[in-house]
């Protein structure tokens, strides 16, 4: 640990910043997890797209189907890969508080720097708020290492943002991953000041939320490196001059985008994100691999209409012309 558990929120407002990406994670064809394409995806985010932190082990990285052990093991791989010069987050979300402690110990005994936990399913409940703060609350006393909350529809309810001021009051928690309607986090982040980094998955808000709420972390989803190249990064482009206020070129830019975010979400199939960003991940050239069941493969058409969307929505490849997104 770089800081005390009661210096968690100085050291968030501090380094936890920027681009952060959530991982997806490539399956080798026997379904192992492939830790040599993993690594090299790392180090094209971090060296090439100028991607500032990395999410692992949550959503993304389909850890639903990842063993414990296979789960602390992705954290190391990041940590040991780019934890020298990013930020990491590793995610210790759980349906079993146990596990949700024993992988948050382990995140900090290897040095990553944040952990996330997300809001639990809670069977039978008509009213979650105090059983949320205890639940956060039994976290926190265990560990000295930063939390992020997250909030999502997939745990049956949202956390109010009333709930989620009260959790901030807690010494390490330090940011949150706030899947909720614009209203919601704008709220909160009014709520709070700079006591806790609020954020958004959503690249389509997140130029509005620099300039509106002043917000200086995207926490986080796959738009960074799929929406990017070593030659056309236009995320990193349109952050930095949001940043710097020049708001005007930030614009511009994020508005150009506007034919990838289409081609990218017009092609996706209801049930199979992650096959999806996958191959898309493959068609930029990095590597994406399979995805483990119960999640679906894509098919052959669903391939084809891909292909064909990605060689026309502007993205700019090393070495290659692209055409036009209006051919």
């Known amino acids: 640990m770089k800081y005390r ?70 954290m190391e791989i990041v940590v040991d890969e780019i934890g020298k010069t990013s930020g990491v987050i590793a995610s210790c979300s759980d349906q079993n508080m146990d596990v949700v402690i024993d992988l948050a110990k382990h995140a900090q005994a290897i040095g990553a720097p944040y952990i996330v936990v997300h809001a639990p399913v809670l069977h039978f409940l008509g009213k979650q708020d105090e059983t949320l703060y205890q639940y956060y609350k039994a976290i926190s006393e265990q560990v000295d290492i930063g939390i992020a909350m997250w909030s999502h529809e997939d745990s049956g309810y949202l956390m109010s943002p009333e709930l989620c001021a009260r959790i901030a009051e807690l010494p390490n928690i330090v940011a949150i991953k706030y899947s909720v309607p614009r209203e919601m986090y704008v709220r909160l982040t009014r709520m709070v000041g700079d006591k806790i980094q609020v954020s958004t998955a959503s690249e389509v808000e997140w130029f509005d939320n620099i300039v509106e709420l002043g917000w200086r972390l995207y926490l986080c989803s796959s738009p960074p490196y799929l929406f990017q190249t070593k030659v056309d990064r236009r995320m990193r482009d349109y952050t930095d001059l949001a940043f710097k206020g020049e708001v005007a070129k930030a614009k511009a830019i994020r508005d150009s985008l506007n034919p990838v975010r289409e081609a990218f979400r017009r092609t996706r199939p209801a049930e199979k994100p992650p096959s999806h960003s996958k191959y898309w991940q493959e068609l930029l050239g990095q590597v994406g691999g399979r995805v483990r069941p119960p999640m679906l493969e894509l098919t052959d058409a669903e391939k084809e209409a891909t292909r064909r969307a990605f060689e026309t929505c502007g993205l700019k490849l090393p070495g290659a012309t692209t055409k036009s997104s209006a051919a």
């Open 5 to 74: 558990r009661s210096d968690a929120k100085d050291h968030a407002r501090a380094h936890m910043k920027g681009i952060w990406a959530a991982a997806l994670m490539p399956y080798a064809p026997d379904l192992s997890i492939d830790e040599k394409g993993f690594r090299k995806n790392l180090r094209h985010w971090v060296d090439d797209l100028g991607i500032d932190g990395v999410f692992i082990a949550g959503k993304q990285s389909e850890f639903f189907s990842m063993s414990i052990a296979e789960r602390k093991r992705s």
